[in-house]
């Protein structure tokens, strides 16, 4: 008999937690504002396998929650989390108490980038570390304009360190379909990889 829905998402969910040694209720579930959990069991492995020391979000929800108690477990390194919504960033401030995580969280709400996106302010960037080790993309929200998540690119990329690893979300999309066109054209070192998780996320690692 085939496995319902819910049943898939107890049993992902239950794997989130034992990997991050949580228990079963800590973390809210995937899905709606969140990456779904197989996303975030993904996000959660490369964060305990890479120990990178200097680790970035762009977006402050479950997903910086996850990567922040993965590094907590491996006692190594720093995440950084930017984060446009200032509720959001209490909800997360909320889930990092409870889960005995930390992340340096800064508020960056979003500004004219170009004709046809919002970004983050580019004198907020001054705060993050030179040098990025892990790169998730869940932000800005797809509102944003017509490819939100580009700038990362232009703006972050060169940062990457040698190694390192980008994690793009919703790589099914659309406008992120976009963006990743873009940097397959920019960022010719970076491969692109597709994952079989539900919202299509994509990996970028150097050739």
Same mark, same amino acid.
């Given at each position: +008999?085939?496995?319902?829905?819910?049943?898939?998402? #107890?049993?992902?969910?239950?794997?989130?937690?034992?990997?991050?040694?949580?228990?079963? !209720?800590?973390?809210?579930?995937? *899905?709606?504002?969140?990456?779904?959990? !197989?996303? %975030?069991?993904?996000? #959660?492995?490369?964060?305990?396998?890479?120990?990178?020391?200097? #680790?970035?979000?762009? @977006? @402050?929800?479950?997903?910086?929650?996850?990567?922040?108690?993965?590094? #907590?477990?491996? @006692?190594?390194?720093?995440?950084?989390?930017?984060? !446009?919504?200032?509720?959001?960033?209490?909800? %997360?401030?909320? +889930?990092?108490? *409870?889960?005995?995580?930390?992340?340096?969280?800064?508020?960056?709400?979003?500004?004219?980038?170009?004709?046809?996106?919002?970004?983050?302010?580019?004198?907020?960037?001054?705060?993050?570390?030179?040098?990025? !080790?892990?790169?998730?993309?869940?932000?800005?929200?797809?509102?944003?304009?017509? +490819?939100?998540?580009?700038?990362?690119?232009?703006?972050?990329?060169?940062?990457?360190?040698?190694?390192?690893?980008?994690?793009?979300?919703?790589?099914?999309?659309? &406008?992120? &379909? &976009?963006?990743?066109?873009?940097?397959?054209?920019?960022?010719? @070192?970076?491969?692109?990889? &597709?994952?079989?998780?539900?919202? *299509?996320?994509?990996?970028?690692?150097?050739?």
């Amino acid at each position: +008999m085939p496995r319902s829905p819910a049943s898939i998402y #107890a049993s992902r969910n239950r794997k989130l937690t034992d990997v991050l040694q949580l228990a079963a !209720d800590s973390l809210p579930g995937g *899905g709606n504002f969140y990456p779904e959990e !197989d996303v %975030l069991l993904l996000l #959660a492995q490369e964060m305990l396998d890479r120990r990178p020391s200097t #680790a970035l979000a762009l @977006g @402050g929800g479950l997903a910086a929650a996850v990567m922040a108690r993965a590094q #907590a477990l491996t @006692g190594n390194g720093q995440l950084w989390v930017l984060e !446009d919504d200032v509720r959001r960033i209490a909800l %997360l401030n909320d +889930m990092l108490s *409870g889960i005995g995580a930390t992340a340096r969280v800064i508020e960056a709400g979003l500004e004219e980038y170009d004709n046809h996106n919002l970004w983050y302010p580019r004198h907020r960037l001054g705060l993050l570390p030179p040098q990025i !080790d892990l790169l998730f993309i869940d932000g800005p929200g797809h509102f944003a304009g017509r +490819m939100p998540r580009w700038p990362a690119g232009p703006e972050l990329f060169p940062r990457l360190a040698p190694g390192s690893l980008v994690i793009l979300d919703d790589g099914k999309r659309v &406008k992120e &379909k &976009k963006a990743l066109q873009r940097w397959a054209e920019d960022f010719p @070192g970076l491969e692109q990889t &597709k994952t079989k998780t539900s919202g *299509g996320a994509v990996l970028l690692t150097h050739r």
